[in-house]
C-alpha cells in the first residue's frame, strides 16, 4: 500500500466548478506538501503545511494531522488550472535516517471551458 | 536568480552508454536531491544531498552516481544506461529538507535505447 494516496485519480470540470482533490497518508508526518506540474512538466511548489490551512489566490489547502488527511481546493477553477496536482509529505521517522518526501501518483485536472 | 537549471532537457542513449545530468542552482541551498518520473508512478528519491561533500542514497540508487564538490552543483551520473532508465529525472534543491518549499528544475527526458 502507497503511504500517500490521492483521489481522484483523473477530474475534469467545467470552468468555475469547485474543485476538491485529496491526499491521504499513512504515517506521521512533519510536513505535507501540494506541488502543480504543468502539461509542459514543469513542477511547481504550492503550498507547505504543517497544520491548519493556507490560501492563496483561488487555491486553498487544508490538513487534518490527526485524520491524516489534506485537501487542495480551487475555487472559480479556470481552464488554465489544468495540471497534474501532486500530494507529498515529509515523514517523521524516515528509514536510514534518510530525508526524503513520499510522493503521491498526483491528480489529473482538466478544466473545460 | 535563474533558480533551479538542468542540462540537458533531453537525451537520447544507447544501452549501455554513460553519461551526466546536470543540476545546479543559484539560491545557495543546502539541500539538493533527484527525482525520477515514470508514468503512473509518483516521483521517486535516486540521491539526495544535504550540503557540500555529503551524499546519500534515496529509494531507487542503482546505476546511479552522484558527487557534491560545490553547494550550486549537484550532476546525477548514468554509469552504464539500461532501457529500465528511460524517464524524466528532476532535480530539486531547498533550504530545509522537506519542511520548506522546494524548488525544482525544468526536468531531462532521457530515452535509452
Known amino acids: 500500500k502507497n503511504e500517500v494516496e490521492q483521489s481522484p485519480q483523473n477530474l475534469t470540470a467545467q470552468e468555475g466548478e469547485f474543485i476538491t482533490i485529496n491526499c491521504s497518508y499513512s504515517?506521521?508526518?512533519?510536513?505535507l506538501h501540494w506541488l502543480q506540474q504543468h502539461p509542459g512538466g514543469g513542477i511547481v511548489s504550492l503550498f507547505m503545511l504543517s497544520s491548519g490551512k493556507k490560501k492563496h489566490g483561488r487555491l486553498i489547502a487544508t490538513i487534518n494531522i490527526q485524520e491524516k488527511h489534506s485537501s487542495l481546493h480551487i475555487t472559480a477553477s479556470h481552464p488554465r488550472d489544468s495540471a497534474v496536482y501532486i500530494c507529498?509529505?515529509?515523514?517523521?521517522?524516515?528509514?536510514?535516517?534518510?530525508?526524503?518526501?513520499?510522493f503521491g501518483k498526483g491528480t489529473k485536472l482538466t478544466v473545460n471551458p | 536568480n535563474a533558480g533551479v537549471t538542468q542540462t540537458p532537457k533531453f537525451q537520447v542513449l544507447k544501452t549501455g552508454q554513460s553519461m551526466t545530468l546536470q543540476c545546479a542552482q543559484d539560491?545557495?541551498?543546502?539541500?539538493m536531491s533527484w527525482y525520477r518520473q515514470d508514468p503512473g508512478m509518483g516521483l521517486r528519491l535516486i540521491h539526495y544531498s544535504v550540503g557540500a561533500g555529503i551524499t546519500d542514497q534515496g529509494e531507487v540508487p542503482n546505476g546511479y552516481n552522484v558527487s557534491r564538490s560545490t553547494t550550486e552543483d549537484f550532476p546525477l551520473r548514468l554509469l552504464s544506461a539500461a532501457p529500465s532508465q528511460t524517464s524524466v529525472y528532476f532535480c530539486?534543491?531547498?533550504?530545509?529538507?522537506?519542511?520548506?518549499?522546494?524548488?525544482f528544475g525544468p526536468g531531462t527526458r532521457l530515452l535509452v535505447l
Open positions: 504515517v506521521g508526518i512533519s510536513a
Open positions: 539560491m545557495n541551498h543546502e539541500y
Open positions: 530539486a534543491s531547498s533550504y530545509n529538507p522537506g519542511q520548506e518549499t522546494q524548488y
Open positions: 507529498a509529505v515529509k515523514p517523521t521517522f524516515s528509514q536510514g535516517g534518510s530525508e526524503k518526501l513520499v
